[in-house]
């Protein structure tokens, strides 16, 4: 039910098999000016606990831009587990787009 730890999974799917090893040749100022522009859906409901500080370490170099708009998915997951913290059966999804530029 956390909508950082849906965002943190969210952009780590959305990078995780992308590589460009060239950027030191095609951005001014490589891996140091690299700018990452990511929009974040989340349910709005769950929208005041994300902590964007921990999703934007997933990003391992770069200056990292967050836009938050209304989006994800709640869904029930038919059970809520108490020792995780759960307040009812919310499934949260985040949905991630990330751009690359400088």
């Known amino acids: 039910q956390s909508s950082t730890k849906a965002a943190v999974r969210a952009c780590r799917n959305a ?6 090893p060239s950027i030191n040749r095609l951005v001014p100022g490589g891996y140091d000016k690299l700018k990452l522009d990511v929009i974040l859906a989340v349910p709005p409901k769950y929208q005041p606990g994300l902590d964007l500080e921990a999703v934007g370490n997933v990003f391992p170099y770069g200056e990292v831009k967050f836009t938050i708009q209304d989006g994800g998915m709640v869904a029930p997951s038919g059970i809520a587990i108490d020792a995780l913290g759960d307040k009812n059966d919310d499934m949260v999804v985040v949905c991630a787009s990330v751009t690359v530029g400088y």
């Not at 990078?15 to 460009?20: A, V, Y």
């Open 15 to 20: 990078i995780e098999f992308n590589s460009i």
